[in-house]
Nanobody, 117 residues
Framework: QVQLVESGGGLVQAGGSLRLSCAAS????????MGWYRQAPGKQRELVAS???????NYADSVKGRFTISRDNAKNTVYLQMNSLKPEDTAVYYC???????????WGKGTLVTVSS
């Protein structure tokens, strides 16, 4: 089992920045990919960014050039630095850990990001 706890959400004006953190605990040695997803009201959950154990990253087109995902293996923590925030970035952001061997996905409870115009 893997436990994920997000932090760092809040209210920010358009153009501002926030940094989300996701602290992982438990059987983290089995995790291959970690990522951030978001879900806006009335919309499906979507991938924002992901990072592999080797440091390979992937971003949604809508956040490329504005968001940066990173990980601190010593702290078992993944970060999402969000710059130049837009009102359409408003959503609940969820941390995800994927275990390829078992095909398992673990989720945090989410943290709300609200961007005002």
């Amino acid at each position: 089992q893997v436990q994920l706890v997000e932090s760092g959400g809040g209210l920010v004006q358009a153009g501002g920045s926030l940094r989300l953190s996701c602290a992982a605990s438990g059987s983290i040695f089995s995790i291959n990919v970690m990522g951030w997803y978001r879900q806006a009201p009335g919309k499906q959950r979507e991938l924002v960014a992901s990072i592999t154990g080797g440091g390979g990253v992937n971003y949604a087109d809508s956040v490329k050039g504005r968001f940066t995902i990173s990980r601190d293996n010593a702290k078992n923590t993944v970060y999402l630095q969000m710059n130049s925030l837009k009102p359409e970035d408003t959503a609940v952001y969820y941390c995800n850990a994927h275990e390829s061997g078992k095909g398992m996905d673990y989720w945090g409870k989410g943290t709300l990001v609200t961007v005002s115009s």
